[in-house]
């Protein structure tokens, strides 16, 4: 109808989400197929086509509404979001005890660190260490969706969630990730932000892994997606190094 019509030129052409464009495309298609379920006898022959082609057309719609601009952020924008996200999503301790919230650091590579909890002892950590590390790690792009975690059921035994064992230095482990814990001493906790540059490439060849099928798929959606930012969110304790 002409009020239909109106509605979808008004979605498409302004500013509006890309939830509320496919829920006016499910409610369209809904509204489609019920209208053709109680057609008479005299337009059975054309059902079949006609739900065909409005399938056709809502996915041809759909898959225009997944193709984004690559999106620019101002400098501005980026430390606002960085300075917020401690409070957006809080760490506790292993008593459930709220660590306090700290401004970020920035290192010359781009890497950003939270020092959450500075640790104990007179060693940190360096180049060549072996470091036992509790860590999750989440994509900034997906709000922060979790590819992987020492406390997920994978990383259990019957003491408690098992560290993943990093060497630092010798290509193995994820350059941003590395160069946020060298310097974090034993029981030392930090919240890391990884550039792109310093992160995942396409084949996900550092340590450490997704934990899951699914979660591998996640990730690589995001590194295989030239116009979405890949940059990383890991929060790191450290148990142990020698």
Request: hydrophobic residues 35%.
């Amino acid at each position: 109808s002409f009020k239909t019509c109106l509605l979808s030129k008004m979605l498409f052409a302004g500013g509006f989400s890309l939830h509320l464009k496919l829920l006016f495309i499910f409610v369209q298609l809904s509204s489609s197929l019920c209208f053709t379920s109680m057609s008479t006898s005299s337009r059975e022959s054309q059902r079949y086509s006609d739900r065909r082609n409005l399938v056709k057309s809502a996915l041809l719609g759909g898959a225009a509404l997944l193709t984004f601009p690559k999106l620019s952020f101002s400098e501005a924008s980026i430390k606002e979001s960085l300075e917020s996200m401690g409070t957006q999503t809080p760490l506790v301790d292993s008593n459930k005890a709220l660590l306090p919230d700290v401004p970020f650091v920035t290192l010359p590579s781009g890497v950003k660190y939270k020092e959450l909890r500075e640790g104990n002892g007179s060693g940190q950590v360096e180049r060549g260490n072996v470091v036992y590390v509790q860590a999750t790690g989440r994509m900034l792009n997906l709000n922060g969706a979790k590819f992987f975690s020492t406390k997920d059921e994978k990383y259990y035994d019957i003491e408690g969630p098992r560290p993943i064992i990093l060497t630092i230095g010798d290509g193995s482990v994820l350059p941003g990730l590395e160069e946020g814990i060298i310097g974090m001493k034993r029981g030392g906790i930090r919240r890391i932000v990884i550039p792109a540059s310093l992160g995942y490439k396409t084949d996900i060849e550092y340590k450490p892994q997704p934990t899951s099928i699914l979660d591998r798929k996640a990730l690589e959606s995001v590194l295989l997606n030239p116009n979405r930012d890949a940059s990383l969110l890991f929060d790191v304790q450290v148990e142990r190094f020698k």
